[in-house]
């Protein structure tokens, strides 16, 4: 379930330790400790009383698999530290008032959208979509030119180490509840960080139990004024610059890795470079202004039309090395819903943070490792109708390994999928699942017990992820701080039903008679 783990399982465990134990009162033992080696021994006559019977109970199968629940499992992950809030915090002002001082020009851009947003605009409406005069621009250059010269040095002592960062807070929640628990079911050792907005969208039971797992709960209000941002995009910037990582693997919330990530940070994709990006599906639509304000030009310019747009659901940043890159996205984003989103993509797809790092990382001339294979669409089995996007792994540059599910179309999460009655609780509002709705592209999979997962995609790809997926959220709606009977029950007979999974009492609550173990096998 978790890899390659050759530990016994617990049953086998305890049964070992109560053996040695009679083992040992039996050598030279006093009444009192005849009586304990009579009453163990029963106890073990009792066990395998228990087991025999269940055994003639069932029919023959293969042993079941029981394993440790992912917070024994990853408890030997040391938690990140937390950076010292003066410092970072003090970091951020100085950053804060070299922005203010250099606001771009207009300070408030138009932002209109074009006739389609589904067919990729032509040439001369990207040139003329957005107008800014040459003055505006002059002065717009000038700010750019001011901020990257000002940028603070890298505070070497306030950042340590490898880690992943995940940004979640209101519905985005469950969506890492997702993510977070394909990290760990696919192995991954890495330690990691979940930030939110501020304490309104914390869970401190939640929090508590993913700390057994080596994950940190992060504030970004701890080291800001949240106020200030004014959209959703402009927290992920923040999250990666306060994050106590130096190296940095961060995911949306809506990310669900397939393979295990942490190769990337000894691959020579990173190491070589500091950056790792992933391509998006269209080009550049930036305005024509666009390369002469950041540097790149010496007027208005297409420089950028033939560039690939990135995808930043995934992104892996040295900060040691690209700081002040880092910085200078951080200006694009504090700019963001002003005026840089805009010149960046004019109103057409892509509008928000996700080339505020790639456009930092050229303009300073700061190299980057742009993975090379197109990215995938991954769509709902039986259907023409996608989940997300495939991204590639890049520690295999000559072929396309999916390493990353973007899903940014079917966002998964239990809740969002089986959960009835959610949008009254206060746990963790739905306001309705894919269950419930008859209109969702997956509502018929879920009644019916099927995969969602396109059966030639995965085939082509050689890859299953999806009955992993199920476990983590089986983990989720059994054994959390989400855990509803309801759910879990749900969740457990599509599991069943739809790949093979059965859940029985494991060997050690057979001896005992105690909580059932869950234990997980396929036919």
């Not at 054994?479 to 494991?506: A, I, P, V």
Request: aromatic share 10%; glycine share 6%.
């Amino acid at each position: 379930m978790y890899g390659d783990d050759p530990d016994p399982p617990p049953s086998t465990q305890i049964l070992r330790n109560i053996i040695r134990k009679l083992r040992r009162l039996h050598k030279g033992g006093s009444p009192r400790q005849q009586v304990v080696i009579l009453l163990g021994w029963l106890l073990l006559a009792l066990a395998a009383f228990r087991a025999f019977q269940h055994i003639l109970g069932q029919p023959s199968k293969p042993a079941l698999l029981c394993r440790p629940s992912t917070h024994e499992h990853f408890a030997h992950i040391q938690l990140p530290n937390q950076p010292d809030k003066a410092q970072l915090s003090q970091v951020w002002k100085t950053l804060k008032t070299i922005y203010d001082a250099h606001p771009p020009r207009p300070l408030n851009l138009d932002l209109k959208t074009f006739d389609s947003i589904s067919v990729f605009p032509p040439l001369e409406a990207i040139k003329t979509h957005t107008n800014i005069s040459s003055a505006d621009a002059e002065a717009a250059r000038s700010s750019h030119v001011a901020v990257t010269k000002e940028l603070v040095p890298y505070p070497s002592d306030l950042f340590a180490g490898q880690g992943i960062v995940i940004l979640a807070g209101g519905r985005y929640t469950g969506f890492a509840t997702t993510g977070l628990g394909m990290l760990r079911e696919i192995g991954s050792k890495l330690p990691i960080e979940v930030w939110v907005k501020d304490q309104s969208e914390e869970r401190e039971e939640w929090c508590a139990e993913l700390a057994k797992e080596g994950v940190a709960c992060r504030r970004l209000s701890d080291y800001m004024d949240t106020d200030l941002l004014e959209h959703g995009y402009q927290l992920k910037i923040s999250a990666i610059l306060f994050s106590s990582f130096e190296q940095i693997l961060f995911l949306d919330a809506d990310n669900v890795p397939v393979v295990n990530p942490d190769v990337i940070f000894t691959s020579t994709s990173f190491t070589d470079t500091g950056v790792v990006m992933w391509p998006d599906y269209w080009k550049h639509t930036g305005a024509p202004y666009l390369p002469y304000i950041v540097g790149l030009s010496d007027g208005p310019s297409e420089l950028l039309r033939e560039d690939q747009t990135a995808e930043s659901g995934q992104l892996v940043w040295d900060k040691r090395r690209h700081w002040k890159s880092l910085c200078l996205a951080a200006y694009y984003n504090y700019y963001g819903p002003q005026h840089y989103y805009t010149m960046i993509s004019q109103g057409w797809a892509g509008w928000g943070d996700k080339d505020t790092f790639l456009l930092a990382l050229r303009s300073l001339r700061q190299e980057y490792y742009m993975v090379p294979h197109k990215l995938k669409t991954l769509f709902i089995n039986g259907t023409d109708a996608g989940i997300g996007m495939l991204q590639a792994d890049p520690s295999k540059p000559n072929n396309y390994e999916p390493m990353f599910l973007h899903s940014n179309i079917i966002k998964w999460s239990i809740r969002g999928f089986l959960c009835i009655g959610c949008a009254t609780q206060a746990i963790d509002p739905v306001k309705v699942s894919a269950l419930e709705n008859p209109k969702s592209p997956i509502n018929w999979h879920l009644k019916e017990h099927r995969r969602i997962f396109s059966l030639t995609d995965m085939q082509n790809m050689n890859i299953d992820p999806e009955p992993s997926i199920w476990r983590s959220f089986e983990h989720v709606a059994c054994r959390s701080y989400w855990q509803d009977e309801g759910l879990c029950n749900r969740t457990r007979e599509h599991m069943e039903q739809t790949f093979g999974f059965q859940f029985q009492k494991g060997w050690a609550s057979l001896v005992t008679g105690g909580e059932e173990q869950i234990c997980l096998r396929t036919r």
